[in-house]
């Protein structure tokens, strides 16, 4: 039979301050909670310049709890996500832990990772959603509403903070789950050599989305080193008015300008483009001698 995802408003505690922070540590340690579900909402340079964490949400098998971080001290925040006596279920977290490491320097500890379970299985696709229906009979609803959902804004709205929880609410259930599987497909050796390799490399600088795109291989080497020039404009000019970098330049006319230098001047340059915002990448990218 198929479920749906929180058919009622989940009940959840706000933890919007520091004091907050350390009573929710002090209540997991005085009830012996040694495991908790997390998960992370993110801006991922979609509404403003750069990745940045903007909510945490928790459950701990039987209460929710939502974190805001902007209200949090880095050390508040350290304390709780870098605890080795937590473990910490979470589903695909290479992104949020090499967010959080870039943002704050915080080195998540005790976390795991159940889409490594997923990929030992086998299963084809293994976005979040397809495997709570594929595996538990849940279906995920309003997920392209929320898709795009600006979560660096304040207050954010109850409904996307429902929305939010549920990526938390079936963690534990899809734990138990998977690890049945894995136990009647004989795959627990293999999902342990799994953890054991799935080491970070916190300290690699990640590339733009165009530096790692089909269209950038294919350039010459001195369109490539023009591009790169070119990208890092970009990321300039996006930082400075707190935008996306896209906002300031698409990937396609990144491309193009690094294959024309004369693309700069063309009318084509200027189409779908912000003028205050074109205006100011053209004098950024001549004083840069491109």
Same mark, same amino acid.
């Given at each position: ?51 940045? %964490? ?5 459950? &701990?098998? #039987? ?5 805001? *971080?902007?209200?949090? +001290?880095?050390? @508040? ?114 999902? %342990? ?5 799935? &080491?970070? #490399? ?5 590339? *733009?989305?165009?530096? +790692?795109?089909? @269209? ?75």
């Amino acid at each position: 039979m198929e479920r749906h995802g929180s058919p009622r408003p989940l009940h959840y505690t706000m933890i919007d301050s520091d004091r907050k922070l350390i009573g929710f540590r002090k209540q997991l340690h005085e009830q012996q909670i040694k495991r908790i579900a997390m998960d992370f909402e993110c801006e991922y340079n979609l509404h403003a310049y750069g990745a940045r %964490l903007c909510l945490i949400q928790i459950f &701990d098998g #039987d209460r929710f709890y939502l974190i805001d *971080p902007f209200r949090i +001290r880095t050390e @508040e925040l350290a304390k709780t996500l870098e605890s080795k006596t937590i473990v910490k279920l979470f589903y695909a977290a290479t992104s949020d832990r090499l967010l959080v490491f870039r943002q704050y320097g915080i080195r998540m500890k005790s976390v795991y990772d159940l889409a490594l379970l997923v990929d030992a299985l086998g299963f084809t696709e293994q976005g979040l959603d397809s495997i709570l229906e594929a595996v538990l009979g849940v279906e995920v609803r309003q997920k392209k509403k929320f898709q795009r959902y600006n979560w660096t804004l304040r207050p954010i709205r109850e409904d996307a903070l429902q929305y939010a929880l549920n990526d938390v609410c079936h963690l534990f259930e899809l734990h138990e789950k998977l690890i049945g599987m894995m136990k009647a497909r004989d795959k627990l050796d293999e999902c %342990l050599v799994r953890f054991v390799k799935n &080491d970070l #490399d916190f300290e690699k600088t990640p590339l *733009p989305p165009v530096l +790692r795109s089909r @269209e950038f291989k294919n350039l010459s080497r001195s369109q490539k080193e023009r591009c790169t020039r070119i990208v890092a404009v970009q990321h300039e000019v996006a930082q400075r008015l707190d935008c996306p970098p896209h906002n300031v330049l698409p990937q396609d006319k990144c491309i193009e300008l690094a294959r024309n230098p004369r693309f700069l001047d063309s009318p084509r340059f200027d189409k779908g483009l912000n003028g205050r915002i074109v205006r100011r990448f053209k004098k950024a990218i001549r004083d840069a001698g491109l």
